[in-house]
């Protein structure tokens, strides 16, 4: 890709695209456009997690998200019940416990 052609794909003037070159620091909003146009994920090189390979490149659609934050909530749903549940079962633990001793206390 010519340098004429980048700065248009990323809506910038060609001697712009040359002083990003020179920058030490770039704005995520100029880096997303950048990773869509060049197709690479430049994010990961700054993420402290190993990044998992992925079907398609970089950045989640609304739907996607949409999607993972459903079945987030409904994971944390299943995990509060299931701490309700044993939170339950330690209290008439000790609710039994507690009658126990009052018994033999006298």
Avoid: C
Avoid at 15 to 24: A, G, L, S
Avoid at 59 to 69: D, H, I, R, V
């Amino acid at each position: 890709m010519r340098g004429t052609e980048f700065a248009a794909a990323i809506n910038r003037d060609r001697q712009v695209i040359y002083d990003i070159f020179k920058r030490e620091s770039i704005d995520t909003e100029l880096l997303q456009n950048i990773s869509k146009v060049l197709n690479h994920d430049f994010f990961s090189y700054y993420s402290n997690e190993t990044a998992e390979p992925r079907d398609k490149f970089g950045f989640a659609t609304k739907e996607e998200l949409a999607q993972s934050n459903r079945e987030l909530i409904n994971f944390m749903k299943h995990e509060f019940s299931k701490l309700r549940e044993e939170l339950s079962i330690k209290k008439e633990a000790y609710a039994v416990k507690a009658k126990a001793k009052r018994i033999s206390k006298k």
